[in-house]
T-cell receptor, first 116, second 115 residues
Framework: DTGVSQDPRHKITKRGQNVTFRCDPI?????LYWYRQTLGQGPEFLTY????????KSRLLSDRFSAERPKGSFSTLEIQRTEQGDSAMYLC??????????????FGPGTRLTVL | AQSVTQPDIHITVSEGASLELRCNYS??????LFWYVQSPGQGLQLLLK??????LVQGIKGFEAEFKRSQSSFNLRKPSVHWSDAAEYFC?????????????FGDGTTLTVKP
């Protein structure tokens, strides 16, 4: 079990640039979640996938944000025209899709985004 | 809508002392409940979870938590704290009545351990 991995771990960008993050879930997990965590706060739900289908998006996910999971394995989160308010830790988690195991999420180390 | 409150932003305890971190939740039924620990710059590690059954649950690293329905609480405890326990702790609630599986987190409690 290699766990959830995320790449890059850190990203510094200038305001207005586009950035893309990648998440590789635990291989047997078909659920994948994205959360955002700002300093001093807990993670906030952004979106989740079951296999390749994106089933829910939070209102936090503005139209500058897009997430994909094209083959039901890894996922990407893209932020277009970044703003300083996008600076945060972006966390990915994965889980099984059945019963109580649905709620037992395993988190990756996160991608720390800094927008200058 | 579900929500989680962690009343203590920061707690300091001496090494070897006991620890209790408070968590209160708001949910219409019995939720799934979780405690996670996060070290600086790292992701979240699951300490323990409550889904149903025995209201006292044991987790990793010597932690336990007790679900009290009457108080809508799920407090985390450890009888003797080690310096390596210094970290941020998050309580979270999940919804067994939906198929979403997403969790709602509290804002965390930062634990400092004095030598």
């Amino acid at each position: 079990d290699t766990g959830v991995s995320q790449d890059p771990r850190h990203k510094i960008t200038k305001r207005g640039q586009n950035v893309t993050f990648r998440c590789d879930p635990i291989s047997e997990h078909n659920r994948l979640y994205w959360y955002r965590q700002t300093l001093g706060q807990g993670p906030e739900f952004l979106t989740y996938f079951q296999n390749e289908a994106q089933l829910e998006k939070s209102r936090l996910l503005s139209d500058r944000f897009s997430a994909e999971r094209p083959k039901g394995s890894f996922s990407t989160l893209e932020i277009q025209r970044t703003e300083q308010g996008d600076s945060a830790m972006y966390l990915c988690a994965s889980s099984h899709s059945g019963g109580s195991r649905l709620n037992e999420q395993f988190f990756g180390p996160g991608t720390r985004l800094t927008v200058l | 809508a579900q929500s989680v409150t962690q009343p203590d932003i920061h707690i300091t305890v001496s090494e070897g002392a006991s620890l209790e971190l408070r968590c209160n939740y708001s949910y219409g039924a019995t939720p799934y409940l979780f405690w996670y620990v996060q070290s600086p710059g790292q992701g979240l590690q699951l300490l323990l979870k409550y889904f149903s059954g025995d209201t006292l649950v044991q987790g990793i690293k010597g932690f336990e938590a007790e679900f009290k329905r009457s108080q809508s609480s799920f407090n985390l405890r450890k009888p003797s704290v080690h310096w390596s326990d210094a970290a941020e702790y998050f309580c979270a609630v999940g919804s067994p009545n939906t198929n979403a599986g997403k969790s709602t987190f509290g804002d965390g409690t930062t634990l400092t351990v004095k030598p």
